[in-house]
Structures are given as C-alpha cells and as structure tokens.
C-alpha cells in the first residue's frame, strides 16, 4: 500500500526522497498501473511532476529534452521533427500526453520506442544524485540504469542531418502496439557507400540494443537491397528475442532483417 | 502519511477533496466527487474508459497521482453536457448509433472533445489516430469514427454562423443579434 | 446524419405475405443511448453505499494441487482488513450454474475446497475497508500446495490413466444420459466412404477467446434493513445469478433483489455466476456492503472464455461435389469445471452436420474436462468454432476437386423439406437463395443450373 506521494518542486528534493528509497515516477503510465495493480513495492512514490525537468531547448543541431517532457512535446517539437514518426508509433496520443522522455528509457521492451531512438543517437542522459550531476551515455543507462538515489534529469541529443535518419517499427496492428521489431539509425553516406552507421534495435530484447553486426556490414558498402539483406541477417548475433502476446521469438528474429531493409528502402 | 487536501477546477468548478496516497485522479473524481461518467476499465491505461481533460488535453485518469496535479484543471464528461443541451459530439454519438453498451462512451467523447478543441477539421485517420488509446468492443469502431466527423462538421457549420453573427454585431453594432442564446455561447465558450 | 434502411428483398419469396412491420425498416434510437452520452447511464460500480467493503480474492498459484494449508493470518493483520472468507463461510459451496435446467453433477466449488483445478482458481476472499487492503490482504495468504500432475489437452485428458480432473465426475468427460458424448447417428457413413470417389479428412483447432468486455465482471451487494440482499450487477442473466446465488446461499429466492441491465460489454462472458455469490456471504457476514470486482487482470486470466475446441472431419465425396457421408469428431475444452459448456457441446451437436443435405452422418461430440481456465458461453459458442471447421473443410473439398465453393455448397445446401441427421424436417432454409444473392452482390458468376435453384423444391432428400 502506498503511504506517501512525494511531489517535490526541485531536483535537490527529489534526489532526496530518491535516495530515501522513494520509487520515482515520471508520468506515471508505468508506475500507476503497478499502483492500481498492488504490484509497485515500494511504499513512496516521488513525482517528477514539479520538479522544473520538463521542456525542449535547441541549439543549432544540439537538444536537450527535459526528463518530463512529454512523448506529446517531442511530437510536437519543430526541431525534433524527425522524430515525429517515431513518437507517433508509441502507445496512442492519449498516453503520448502522460509518459516522458525520461521515462521511457526505464519501459522494458517491447515498449519504450523513444529509448531505441536515443541509443541511436548516441543520447547522453544527464543524471544528478547525491554527490553532484553527471553525463552518462544513453548505452550505460539502458543497459544497467542509474544508482538509488539518481535522478534523470534530461537527455541531451546531436538533431541527425537531413536523410541520415531511418526509423522503422513492426507492430500487430498500425498504431498503439508494441514492438515486434524497431529499427532505429543515424547512417552516413559518402560517395555511394556507408561512412558511418549507428543502429539500434527495440522489441528484439529485454533492452534496447546497437545492432553492432549489422553496422559493421554496411560500412564502406551502398545502402542496397542485397547489402541491407546481409545486414539484417548479420544482426541476428546482436539480439536476444522473447515470446510474448505480440510475437514470438522465432518470429522476431524471422522478420528482423526484413524490416531492417524496409527501414531503408521503405 | 495521512490523506491530503487536493484542489482541482473541476468542470469550472472550485473542488476541495482529500485523496489518500496514491490515489488515482479517476477515484478521486467517482468517489470523492461523485463524477461516475469517467470509468474504470482496465487501470492500466490500456482501455480509455477513463479518458478527461486534465488542462485541456486527454488523460487516463486511472494513471495521475491526484496529489501531483493539485491546483489543474480538469473537465469531464459531467461538464459536456450543459442542462438538457447535447453538444455537437454527444449529439452525433446519440443520432449516429455511436453507443452500444456505453461503457467505452465517456472516454471515446472526451478524446473527440479534446481532438475537435485542436483540429476542428480531422481526417479519417485523424479521428482514428486520436481514438486509438480508447478501446470499444461492441461496434467495432465505425459508427464512432463516423459520429466524430459528423460532429466536427457540425461544430464548423456552427461555429461559422456564430462567426457571421458576431460580424454582423460588429459592424451594425446590433449587440441582440450576437446575444442570440445558444450558437455564439458555445462558440465563444470553446475559443475562450 | 441519416441513417440508411434496407428494404426488405422480396424477390425469391413473393407468395411470402408481406407483414406490417412498425419498427424493422425503420430507424429507432436505443433507449439508453441518451444515458451513455451524458455519462448518466448506472453502471453496477457508479453505487458507492456508505461504509462500502471491498473484496479480493486470493487465487491458486498452480493449475493442479491438493490445498496442504491455507494461512489467512498474515492477510488478517493488515491494516483494514475485516474478514476473510474461506470455503467453509460458503453455505453451499459446490454447485454447477445450469442446474436451474436440470444439470448435473454440482461440481464446482465457489471458493476451493481440498483441491484447486486452475490457475487462478479463487481459494480465499478478503474483505477490508479500502481495496488497497483488500489487495494487501489476499496477496498475504500463505497456501501450502501438493502439486498433482495436471493435463492441458483434451484427447489427452481421455486416453487411459490421466490425471482425473474433477472428481464430481469421476472421468474427464461430461456424461449425456448415460453416453460419454453427445452422438448423432444417421444412416451409414462407413457405407458411404466405401462408396465415396473420394475421401478427405481434415482436422481443425480453435485456442480459447476472451470476450475481453471493456467493464469487468463485478457487482456490489447491499444488506437491506429488510435482511433483504441487493445485488447491483453487470451478469448479462439477472434471475439466473439470483437462483443460483439463492441456492448457494440457501436462502428463499425472495431474501434477492438483483439489480442489473446495464452490462459494460458481456458478448456471453456475464452469465456466469462468478462474483455475486461471495460478495453476499461477505455483506452478510459483515452486514455491510461490499464490492467484488474483477480486475483487468482477472478478466483476462479466470473469466471463462470461448472454449477451445478441436474437431476432425471426415467426408465421403462423390466426383461430381456430392457430399454422400460426414463423419465427425468433436472435443469442447471444458477447462476444469462444467459451466455453461455440457449445453455448448450439445449445440455444436445439434449444429451438424451444418447446413447441408447428406444422407449418413455419424458425430461424437466430448464435452472434456481439462486444468485450463474453464469456459462457457460466448455468441454462438457451439457453433461458431463448428461452422470455421465446416466451411473450412467445405472451401477445401471444392480446392481439391478443382470446383467453384459455391457451387459445391449450392450443390449440397439443405431445402424445405430435407430429412437433417437429427430427424427434424427442415423449414424456412433460404440457403440457395442467400448464396445466390451473395454471390450476385459480388460478381461471382454462377451457371444458369445454379442460379435456378431454389430452397423450395428438391426438397425431401
């Protein structure tokens, strides 16, 4: 049973019930649902709701998104316009307006599309706690989260240039769903062939992950249907599939490469 | 900690309740409130049924910490209606065979409200997207879509005459034209 | 926005007398549809009684398991907890719900008794202040379980020495008067395979459905100063919840009053009596009211669903697209308690061997008890999982013999006055007709032959 719900109104404070043992809360579609189900575990709640981490700041080609931004503001973002499609996959408009940015990157997948979006973008995720603030690479925190006590503060993001960003999500149905696959990337060309590639990968693991096979295929090669098709089979070797109501592990790891072409090549 | 005092402006209206900790803005609003338009389907946030307006956009209620919004606005289905008036959404549900058991009715409206606030013109698939968080199992979701574009069309043709109306006081200054009851309220009312 | 009517067709039927109908080809609103769009329609939870108990059910962790102990203690001490009901609060806690039509054995019990036969069986329920502590409270019940070999498929659960699913009838099958299945015996199809040109069997499956209404079960029972019950519910069948609770409370009939009517969405899925019986021993031993509502997740795992079914199909086949014998073999997953399922098998009996004229028809259709989630009623349960099979197996018939699917169905279509494999005379069939329109309506090209078929002559096959 839940016994208090911290709403506090700076980042120090909610460091400090944080660090109290306090389970923090962004827009709550997460933790709510665990309230509402008796399952959360934790008998205080800490709202970011007032804690002054929301809005979008951009500079040139760098943003930094607050941690309680909403998946709403993001779409509706001009600057981060070309992230529209992808927000656009995440839940529906009605849940867009409640779950953050910071939070996402704490959503198992399959959900948490914006995450696979950020580790793509090589995000950096500001964290502050008890000892100061710190810089942390998206990577690190989807992998192993942030200590007791941290609070994510914002995400910090390079905006792609024109045509060198690709997002693709294969769901049940065309919108509100989960991820069987996500494919998400910022690829460079030059010359005809690949100069850099950074793609990542949602539904095909507990977390989300760099397809480091794949992009190690396209480099110094065109972005074509064959190369693409060698691509996606390579990155079988980066994922680690689950069944559940929305696919099977077989069929994900099946129609990965597929829709890792089609995040090219339509 | 013990049950706190929240305030909301719920339906124009100033409201003082206490909430216990954690307490969803959907309880609050049935049970402290005595709102029962909004409803409890799935309190994961997957169904809608609990769809407001918190501040003017779609929320699922059964998902807000009712402390942490102390002091928002929030509107409900309640707040629709106003006396015996039907508005343009509630209308094209009614005539347009929207409803079947009506469980899923009060969240499908506000999310049409909310849409209509924003987009008075949506396409199909607007209205689709829109709709997408409420879920219906009864009609498979045709005559509802349809209800929405009915009813956006005809808050437009109302809205327009409103508009003609307003124009018309201002130029000759016949403020009892532009006081007509009705049309150019509700008009005003939705731009305000 | 004008809402369309079609009118009646009367093109293949003009001797019919044309009735004088007021309402149908004719637009009329729902009478509570002015309700739901002013949120003022009473759903059973918009009831909020003063000094309102909420109840939660603790559930069985396993699918198959002797109950060593059940530990209420813990769930006692929680702060708000009122009372917890076990087994033994129930007056009469085995029954079955169709025993009001006279079917028999009881044998489920509303809260477990020795023994759980599902996952997410309800064993205790706890009653407190608040849901939170209700939540509490049956999370803290302690079970001790012997696990028992459990079995998931039904021709499993009927060969030789499986586990024994529920003792009430001591065999994993639903008896029919005596029968281990409902049969339908009709002339001689092993004839009629010796005589076939060609012989064709399929076999089809079908996994459970949950009608997943966007309001979960529920109901909220209110002690009357009258020592009467009020039952505010969402059952899709009033007087059906109210007898049986009756029964298992004990109490005459008239000690109810149920509420209801307005139901969040049933498709079938409401007429069990799940949730009323408890909610009335807990507001009677508390004497206060108390609500009993299932969550989101107890809608999907233990409200019975659509049952799975499994059934072979065997045809004999004349070359030219005459179905001369139907041979059929049918498995209804029961899941671990009777339920609405004995009828449901009967109705896919009595839905064979669909709506065709074939003279020899053999069916055995097992009603099975398995340790799934136990099923019932869903729209046209019985049929609906019956009629995919059939016209599944009909479409591939007309593959494999290179035939246009409607012509092997007009071909095979029942008329007024065929003899059907139950010994009923068939009336009124307009399947000629329908396929015939249908097929117009889409383009589909039929030869003159079959366009001038009719339901009404070639009949007395």
Redesign the interface.
Known sequence: MITAVRTPESVADAVGHAAAGGRLMGGGTVVMAQVNSGSLGSPEIVSLRRAGLGGIGVDGALARVGATATLTEVEESPELAFLRDAVRSVASPTIRNQATVGGNLFVPQPYGDLAVCLLALDATVEVAGPDGSRGAPVDVVLANGVAPGEVVTAVRLAVPAPGTWFYRKAMRRKLNSAAIVAVAAVVETGGGVVTSARIALGGVAPRPVRAASAERVLIGRPLETDVLDEAGRAARADIAPFDDAYASAWYRTRVLPVHLRRAFLG | MASQVVNLRVNERSREFLAAPGTPLLSSLRDALGLMAAKRGCAQGSCGTCTVLLDGRPVMSCLVAVETVDGASVRTLEGVARGGDLDEVQSAFLEGFATQCGFCTAGMIMTAEALLDRNPDPTRAEVVEAISGNVCRCTGYGPIVDAILDAAARRRKEDAAARRKEDIAARWGTADIAATPGTADAAARRRS | ?R?KTNPIDRTYFPDEPAPDFNVIGSVV??S????????????F??L?PPGLLHLKAHRSTRHHARLATVDTSEALAVPGVVRVLTHADIPNNVFTPLKLIGVQPDDEPVLAEGKVRYLGEPICAVVAE?E??A??GA?RVRVGYEELPAVFDVEEALAEGAPIVNEYHGHNYFTYEGHHCRRIRFGDVEAAFAAADHVFEWRYQSAPIE??????TGCVVVPQPDGRLRIHSDTQACFFTLDNTALILGTPFNRLRIVGG??????GGKVDVAVEPVACVAAMLTGQPVKYVY???EEMQVSSPRAAERIYIKDAVTADGRIIGRKITLYVDAGAYSRHSPYGTTKAAAHLPGPYSIPNVWADCHCVFTNRTPSSAMRGFGVTIGDFALESQMDRIARALGMDPLRLRLRNAYRDGDLKAHRKVAEGTALVEVIQKAAEMVGHELPEEYRRMSSMDGGGR
Do not use: C, N
């Not at chain 3, 509570?32 to 759903?43: E, I, N, Q």
């Open positions: 926005m809402y609103q729902r509570d549809a002015l309700g739901h769009v002013t949120g003022r329609s009473s759903f939870e918009d909020s608040t939170a502590a939540q509490e999370a009608h997943a209404p966007t309001e979960t307005t139901v969040g969405g049933g498709f969550s989101r997740y």
